[in-house]
Nanobody, 119 residues
């Protein structure tokens, strides 16, 4: 299963960006989809996840500013990022886990998209 992320870029403090990530391949079912980020010198951290039932989890640092959503028909997850801060600068990675058509489990990562917030 492949994930293709898009939507990163350069934005000023207080601005907004919307990230998209589409999954493709021999997919039977996707359970959780989510976004993670990694800043230079730091470990990759969870930003937000959304389950197949629509249950959502956010990192405390983005609550009230970011919104994750999912198009189940398109196997796509989105991350709407508002009120961006310099500390949101990072490479953002999408993730999906589920079952392939052959009922084999998968846990796939996208290639990463850079978000830079300038002050």
């Amino acid at each position: 299963v492949q994930l293709q992320a898009s939507g990163g870029g350069l934005v000023q403090v207080g601005g907004s960006l919307r990230l998209s990530c589409a999954a493709s391949g021999i997919i039977y079912k996707i359970n959780d989809m989510g976004w993670y980020r990694q800043s230079p010198g730091k470990q990759r951290e969870l930003v937000a996840t959304i389950s197949s039932r629509g249950n959502i989890n956010y990192a405390d640092s983005v609550k009230g500013r970011f919104a994750i959503s999912r198009d189940f028909a398109k196997n796509t997850v989105y991350l709407q990022m508002n009120s961006l801060k310099p500390e949101d600068t990072a490479v953002y990675y999408c993730n999906a886990e589920g079952l392939s058509t052959w009922r084999q489990s998968f846990n796939s990562w996208g290639q990463g998209t850079l978000v830079t917030v300038s002050s």
